[in-house]
């Protein structure tokens, strides 16, 4: 899909992207949120792309067979392969592959919806997090506004080991972003 394409699709449906958008971008863990509404995948792939963030996703192996990977590769799908590996057969972590992924390529915005769901969940998952310090890469924080009709990027949070204090610096931005569906959205309680 082209740019000019991208661009008349986003605004034919009423959107805008926030003009500024931080550098650490192109090697960063991303978060998507507010994560309402299966629309979302849609105005965040369309505004990354025009914005030209190299957005990637992560996704079990089982899901990029034929003929699904023909969507599924082009949209950013990475297969993740958790099966045991090494001497002693252990399973590697999601988050510890998250982190490989980070160090093996130069240009890439590892998204992740930390809700985890599009139903509302008042603890997110800190995956992103420990995958971030551990591959020494920011956190970039992706947001759809709907009220505004408004698709940015944020941040970056650059972790320093302490996930109290880095995690509220995430809360706060997410702060006042509604989402589609509002009432299905929080902030993570323990930090919030």
């Not at 505004?47 to 990637?56: A, T």
């Not at 990027?153 to 610096?169: C, H, I, L, Q, S």
Request: charged share 25%.
């Amino acid at each position: 899909m082209g740019k000019r394409l991208a661009k008349w699709l986003l605004r034919l449906s009423g959107w805008r992207l926030h003009p500024d958008i931080p550098e650490a971008v192109q090697h960063c863990v991303i978060i998507a949120a507010p994560h309402t509404s299966n629309w979302d995948i849609y105005y965040a792939r369309l505004g990354f792309y025009i914005m030209g963030v190299p957005m990637k996703f992560t996704i079990k192996k089982e899901w990029m067979r034929f003929p699904l990977n023909l969507l599924i590769g082009p949209l950013g799908g990475l297969p993740i392969d958790r099966s045991p590996r090494g001497v002693q057969g252990e399973r590697p972590s999601y988050t510890q592959l998250m982190a490989e992924l980070l160090q093996e390529y130069d240009r890439i915005a590892m998204m992740v919806t930390p809700e985890g769901t599009r139903s509302k969940r008042t603890k997110w998952k800190t995956g992103f997090y420990y995958a971030a310090l551990q591959a020494n890469a920011p956190i970039c924080l992706g947001y759809l506004n709907y009220a505004k009709k408004e698709a940015g990027v944020g941040g970056p949070v650059y972790p320093t080991g302490d996930r109290e204090a880095d995690m509220k610096k995430i809360m706060d931005f997410y702060r006042d972003i509604p989402g589609r569906f509002p009432e299905q959205f929080a902030l993570d309680e323990r930090f919030a």
